[in-house]
Protein backbone atom coordinates (compact mmCIF):
# COMPACT_ATOMS: atom_id res chain seq x y z
CA UNK A 1 0.00 0.00 0.00
CA UNK A 2 1.38 3.39 -1.36
CA UNK A 3 2.27 6.78 -0.16
CA UNK A 4 3.31 9.20 -2.44
CA UNK A 5 6.09 12.82 -2.43
CA UNK A 6 8.16 10.91 -0.03
CA UNK A 7 6.01 11.98 3.06
CA UNK A 8 6.48 10.42 5.55
CA UNK A 9 3.78 7.71 6.09
CA UNK A 10 0.63 7.83 9.48
CA UNK A 11 -0.44 4.41 9.50
CA UNK A 12 -4.49 3.92 9.02
CA UNK A 13 -7.00 1.17 8.10
CA UNK A 14 -9.88 1.93 5.55
CA UNK A 15 -13.30 1.52 4.38
CA UNK A 16 -14.97 1.96 1.40
CA UNK A 17 -18.55 1.76 0.92
CA UNK A 18 -20.39 0.25 -2.36
CA UNK A 19 -22.11 2.88 -5.15
CA UNK A 20 -20.78 0.98 -8.79
CA UNK A 21 -19.51 2.95 -11.02
CA UNK A 22 -19.71 6.36 -8.48
CA UNK A 23 -16.41 4.80 -7.21
CA UNK A 24 -14.45 7.44 -9.07
CA UNK A 25 -15.20 9.84 -6.24
CA UNK A 26 -13.29 7.07 -4.64
CA UNK A 27 -9.83 7.35 -6.56
CA UNK A 28 -10.04 11.19 -5.81
CA UNK A 29 -10.69 10.92 -2.28
CA UNK A 30 -7.19 8.72 -2.48
CA UNK A 31 -5.16 10.70 -4.19
CA UNK A 32 -5.56 13.61 -1.75
CA UNK A 33 -5.09 10.73 1.08
CA UNK A 34 -1.67 9.52 -0.55
CA UNK A 35 -0.60 13.61 -0.33
CA UNK A 36 -1.42 13.77 3.24
CA UNK A 37 0.84 10.65 3.28
CA UNK A 38 -1.39 8.48 4.99
CA UNK A 39 -0.88 5.25 4.22
CA UNK A 40 -3.40 2.15 4.88
CA UNK A 41 -2.32 -1.67 6.51
CA UNK A 42 -6.08 -2.94 6.79
CA UNK A 43 -8.67 -2.46 4.02
CA UNK A 44 -12.54 -3.32 3.52
CA UNK A 45 -15.39 -2.73 1.37
CA UNK A 46 -18.38 -3.83 0.01
CA UNK A 47 -19.56 -4.39 -3.52
CA UNK A 48 -17.49 -1.32 -5.62
CA UNK A 49 -15.76 -0.55 -2.79
CA UNK A 50 -14.37 -4.22 -2.60
CA UNK A 51 -12.68 -3.29 -6.16
CA UNK A 52 -11.32 -0.26 -4.83
CA UNK A 53 -9.66 -1.95 -1.40
CA UNK A 54 -8.29 -4.78 -3.18
CA UNK A 55 -6.42 -2.82 -5.96
CA UNK A 56 -4.92 -0.84 -2.57
CA UNK A 57 -4.33 -3.46 -0.69
CA UNK A 58 -2.37 -5.05 -4.58
CA UNK A 59 0.10 -1.68 -3.85
CA UNK A 60 -1.81 0.57 -6.54
CA UNK A 61 -1.60 4.11 -6.30
CA UNK A 62 -4.79 6.57 -7.13
CA UNK A 63 -3.21 7.53 -10.76
CA UNK A 64 -2.99 3.87 -11.21
CA UNK A 65 -6.18 3.18 -10.52
CA UNK A 66 -7.98 5.73 -12.43
CA UNK A 67 -6.52 4.66 -15.30
CA UNK A 68 -7.13 0.79 -14.79
CA UNK A 69 -11.10 2.07 -14.38
CA UNK A 70 -10.45 4.27 -17.32
CA UNK A 71 -9.34 2.09 -19.56
CA UNK A 72 -11.89 -0.70 -18.29
CA UNK A 73 -14.20 -1.90 -21.93
CA UNK A 74 -17.82 -1.86 -19.95
CA UNK A 75 -19.62 -3.81 -22.49
CA UNK A 76 -17.21 -6.99 -21.91
CA UNK A 77 -17.83 -6.49 -18.74
CA UNK A 78 -21.40 -6.74 -19.23
CA UNK A 79 -21.27 -10.55 -20.67
CA UNK A 80 -24.94 -11.08 -21.25
CA UNK A 81 -25.08 -15.05 -22.12
CA UNK A 82 -25.90 -16.19 -25.62
CA UNK A 83 -29.03 -17.67 -26.99
CA UNK A 84 -30.93 -18.65 -30.43
CA UNK A 85 -33.80 -17.06 -28.19
CA UNK A 86 -34.89 -13.86 -29.56
CA UNK A 87 -32.43 -11.76 -27.00
CA UNK A 88 -36.11 -10.09 -25.34
CA UNK A 89 -37.17 -13.12 -24.46
CA UNK A 90 -34.07 -14.37 -23.82
CA UNK A 91 -32.49 -12.31 -21.11
CA UNK A 92 -35.91 -12.28 -19.01
CA UNK A 93 -35.17 -16.20 -19.31
CA UNK A 94 -32.01 -16.30 -18.35
CA UNK A 95 -33.16 -13.28 -15.37
CA UNK A 96 -35.44 -16.37 -14.19
CA UNK A 97 -33.13 -19.46 -13.92
CA UNK A 98 -29.71 -17.73 -13.32
CA UNK A 99 -31.25 -15.31 -10.99
CA UNK A 100 -29.16 -12.71 -12.74
CA UNK A 101 -28.70 -10.55 -16.30
CA UNK A 102 -24.97 -10.81 -16.62
CA UNK A 103 -23.12 -13.70 -15.81
CA UNK A 104 -19.96 -11.77 -14.20
CA UNK A 105 -17.23 -13.93 -15.51
CA UNK A 106 -15.35 -10.85 -16.72
CA UNK A 107 -15.56 -8.74 -13.98
CA UNK A 108 -13.98 -11.43 -12.65
CA UNK A 109 -11.17 -12.16 -14.49
CA UNK A 110 -10.50 -8.49 -15.35
CA UNK A 111 -9.99 -8.37 -11.42
CA UNK A 112 -7.71 -11.55 -11.35
CA UNK A 113 -5.47 -9.85 -14.09
CA UNK A 114 -4.82 -6.75 -12.32
CA UNK A 115 -4.19 -8.31 -8.91
CA UNK A 116 -1.66 -11.02 -9.95
CA UNK A 117 0.20 -8.13 -11.75
CA UNK A 118 0.98 -7.42 -8.26
CA UNK A 119 1.45 -10.93 -7.53
CA UNK A 120 -1.83 -11.73 -6.13
CA UNK A 121 -3.77 -15.02 -6.26
CA UNK A 122 -5.19 -15.72 -3.18
CA UNK A 123 -5.55 -14.38 0.62
CA UNK A 124 -2.30 -15.98 1.71
CA UNK A 125 -0.68 -13.85 -1.01
CA UNK A 126 -1.54 -11.17 1.38
CA UNK A 127 -0.57 -9.76 5.18
CA UNK A 128 -3.35 -11.13 6.99
CA UNK A 129 -6.55 -9.29 7.90
CA UNK A 130 -5.03 -7.26 5.72
CA UNK A 131 -8.39 -7.04 2.65
CA UNK A 132 -11.51 -7.97 4.07
CA UNK A 133 -14.87 -7.56 2.21
CA UNK A 134 -18.36 -7.82 2.55
CA UNK A 135 -21.01 -10.48 1.24
CA UNK A 136 -24.77 -11.49 1.74
CA UNK A 137 -25.37 -15.24 1.93
CA UNK A 138 -29.21 -15.21 1.39
CA UNK A 139 -29.57 -18.95 1.72
CA UNK A 140 -28.93 -18.57 5.10
CA UNK A 141 -29.88 -15.24 5.97
CA UNK A 142 -26.28 -14.05 7.01
CA UNK A 143 -23.89 -11.01 6.42
CA UNK A 144 -20.37 -12.86 5.61
CA UNK A 145 -17.04 -11.55 5.97
CA UNK A 146 -14.41 -13.32 3.11
CA UNK A 147 -12.09 -14.55 3.95
CA UNK A 148 -12.71 -14.61 7.65
CA UNK A 149 -16.17 -16.57 7.27
CA UNK A 150 -14.94 -19.05 4.66
CA UNK A 151 -14.46 -22.08 7.00
CA UNK A 152 -17.97 -22.06 7.45
CA UNK A 153 -17.91 -23.27 4.18
CA UNK A 154 -15.23 -26.13 4.59
CA UNK A 155 -12.64 -23.84 2.79
CA UNK A 156 -9.37 -22.78 4.26
CA UNK A 157 -9.54 -18.81 4.10
CA UNK A 158 -6.05 -18.80 2.31
CA UNK A 159 -6.61 -20.60 -0.02
CA UNK A 160 -9.58 -18.77 -2.03
CA UNK A 161 -9.37 -16.57 -4.37
CA UNK A 162 -9.31 -13.02 -3.93
CA UNK A 163 -10.71 -11.58 -7.24
CA UNK A 164 -13.46 -14.43 -6.69
CA UNK A 165 -14.13 -13.05 -3.32
CA UNK A 166 -14.24 -9.21 -5.17
CA UNK A 167 -16.65 -11.21 -7.50
CA UNK A 168 -19.21 -12.29 -4.68
CA UNK A 169 -19.19 -9.09 -3.31
CA UNK A 170 -20.13 -7.29 -6.26
CA UNK A 171 -22.61 -9.88 -7.19
CA UNK A 172 -25.79 -7.20 -7.57
CA UNK A 173 -28.96 -8.68 -7.03
CA UNK A 174 -30.74 -9.22 -10.70
CA UNK A 175 -27.67 -7.61 -12.27
CA UNK A 176 -25.11 -9.72 -12.01
CA UNK A 177 -25.66 -13.67 -11.25
CA UNK A 178 -25.13 -14.61 -8.10
CA UNK A 179 -22.25 -16.96 -7.15
CA UNK A 180 -23.19 -20.61 -5.85
CA UNK A 181 -21.09 -22.05 -2.99
CA UNK A 182 -21.33 -25.77 -1.64
CA UNK A 183 -21.58 -25.76 2.54
CA UNK A 184 -21.58 -28.41 4.66
CA UNK A 185 -25.84 -28.76 4.19
CA UNK A 186 -25.96 -27.93 0.65
CA UNK A 187 -25.53 -24.99 -2.40
CA UNK A 188 -25.76 -21.33 -1.00
CA UNK A 189 -26.80 -18.72 -3.08
CA UNK A 190 -24.20 -15.46 -2.13
CA UNK A 191 -24.98 -12.43 -3.71
CA UNK A 192 -23.98 -8.35 -3.66
CA UNK A 193 -22.25 -7.46 0.06
CA UNK A 194 -24.34 -4.01 0.32
CA UNK A 195 -27.50 -6.32 0.61
CA UNK A 196 -26.48 -6.19 4.39
CA UNK A 197 -24.13 -3.96 4.60
CA UNK A 198 -22.84 -1.28 2.48
CA UNK A 199 -20.31 0.09 4.59
CA UNK A 200 -18.43 -1.73 6.98
CA UNK A 201 -17.15 0.57 9.37
CA UNK A 202 -18.23 -1.59 12.21
CA UNK A 203 -14.97 -3.85 11.40
CA UNK A 204 -12.74 -1.45 12.69
CA UNK A 205 -13.97 0.89 14.34
CA UNK A 206 -16.05 -0.37 17.35
CA UNK A 207 -17.26 0.49 20.56
CA UNK A 208 -15.63 -0.45 23.63
CA UNK A 209 -13.13 -1.98 21.46
CA UNK A 210 -9.22 -0.56 21.37
CA UNK A 211 -8.67 0.67 17.51
CA UNK A 212 -5.22 -0.98 17.08
CA UNK A 213 -5.12 2.92 14.79
CA UNK A 214 -6.63 5.34 12.98
CA UNK A 215 -9.63 4.58 11.02
CA UNK A 216 -11.17 6.35 8.17
CA UNK A 217 -14.23 5.38 6.37
CA UNK A 218 -15.32 7.06 2.65
CA UNK A 219 -18.90 6.95 2.43
CA UNK A 220 -20.74 7.54 -1.84
CA UNK A 221 -23.71 9.34 0.05
CA UNK A 222 -24.12 12.21 1.90
CA UNK A 223 -24.11 12.50 5.84
CA UNK A 224 -26.56 10.00 7.52
CA UNK A 225 -28.36 13.34 9.07
CA UNK A 226 -28.33 14.75 6.16
CA UNK A 227 -30.31 12.10 3.75
CA UNK A 228 -33.52 12.93 1.62
CA UNK A 229 -36.63 11.52 1.84
CA UNK A 230 -37.82 8.79 -0.78
CA UNK A 231 -40.46 10.04 -3.40
CA UNK A 232 -42.34 7.05 -3.34
CA UNK A 233 -45.54 7.30 -6.01
CA UNK A 234 -45.40 4.30 -8.26
CA UNK A 235 -43.82 0.50 -8.00
CA UNK A 236 -40.03 1.35 -9.54
CA UNK A 237 -40.32 3.79 -6.84
CA UNK A 238 -40.85 1.66 -4.45
CA UNK A 239 -38.68 -0.88 -5.47
CA UNK A 240 -35.82 1.78 -5.29
CA UNK A 241 -36.36 3.05 -1.79
CA UNK A 242 -36.67 -0.73 -0.99
CA UNK A 243 -33.15 -1.93 -1.76
CA UNK A 244 -31.38 1.35 -0.77
CA UNK A 245 -33.47 1.02 2.85
CA UNK A 246 -32.17 -2.19 3.03
CA UNK A 247 -29.11 -1.53 2.18
CA UNK A 248 -28.28 1.51 4.24
CA UNK A 249 -30.63 0.25 7.63
CA UNK A 250 -27.43 -1.79 9.34
CA UNK A 251 -24.86 0.68 8.52
CA UNK A 252 -27.41 3.66 9.71
CA UNK A 253 -28.31 2.64 13.21
CA UNK A 254 -24.26 1.44 13.57
CA UNK A 255 -22.76 4.96 12.56
CA UNK A 256 -23.40 7.62 15.22
CA UNK A 257 -22.06 10.86 15.36
CA UNK A 258 -19.13 9.58 17.08
CA UNK A 259 -18.14 7.45 14.15
CA UNK A 260 -18.99 9.95 11.97
CA UNK A 261 -16.54 12.29 12.36
CA UNK A 262 -14.00 9.81 10.96
CA UNK A 263 -15.85 9.77 7.92
CA UNK A 264 -15.71 11.66 4.32
CA UNK A 265 -19.31 11.79 2.49
CA UNK A 266 -19.11 12.07 -0.99
CA UNK A 267 -22.58 13.20 -1.90
CA UNK A 268 -22.63 11.14 -5.55
CA UNK A 269 -26.46 12.44 -6.24
CA UNK A 270 -27.50 12.55 -9.93
CA UNK A 271 -25.67 9.03 -10.91
CA UNK A 272 -26.96 5.69 -10.89
CA UNK A 273 -24.60 2.63 -9.45
CA UNK A 274 -25.06 0.72 -12.61
CA UNK A 275 -24.52 3.75 -14.86
CA UNK A 276 -21.83 2.03 -16.69
CA UNK A 277 -21.09 4.37 -19.40
CA UNK A 278 -19.95 7.47 -17.94
CA UNK A 279 -18.51 10.40 -20.11
CA UNK A 280 -14.82 11.38 -19.57
CA UNK A 281 -16.44 14.48 -17.78
CA UNK A 282 -18.67 12.50 -15.24
CA UNK A 283 -15.45 10.99 -14.64
CA UNK A 284 -13.58 14.00 -13.94
CA UNK A 285 -16.75 15.67 -12.08
CA UNK A 286 -16.73 12.14 -10.11
CA UNK A 287 -12.82 12.04 -9.18
CA UNK A 288 -12.90 16.32 -8.25
CA UNK A 289 -15.57 16.00 -5.84
CA UNK A 290 -13.92 13.06 -3.93
CA UNK A 291 -10.72 15.22 -3.90
CA UNK A 292 -12.33 17.99 -2.45
CA UNK A 293 -14.59 16.69 -0.29
CA UNK A 294 -11.13 14.41 0.83
CA UNK A 295 -9.43 17.83 1.22
CA UNK A 296 -11.74 19.53 3.26
CA UNK A 297 -12.25 16.71 5.35
CA UNK A 298 -8.57 15.71 6.13
CA UNK A 299 -8.12 19.74 7.47
CA UNK A 300 -9.72 19.45 10.08
CA UNK A 301 -9.73 14.97 10.77
CA UNK A 302 -8.23 14.72 14.32
CA UNK A 303 -7.37 11.00 13.75
Not at 251 to 257: A, T, V
Amino acid sequence: MNTSLGVAAMKIDGVFSGGGIKGFALIGAYEEIEKRGLQFVRVAGTSAGSIFAALIAAGYTSKEIYQLLDELDISKILDARKSFIPFPFAKWLFLYWKLGLYKGNELEKWIKEKLEAKGIRTFADMPSQSLRVIASDLSNGQLIVLPDDLEKYGIPPGSFSVAKAIRISCSIPYFFEPVKMRSMDGIDVLVDGGVLSNFPMWLFDQDQVQKIRPVLGIKLSTSEYEHKKHKIQNAIQLFGALFETMKDAHDSRYISKKHAKNIIFIPVEGVLSIEYHLTEEKKRQLFDLGKEHAKQFLKTWGY
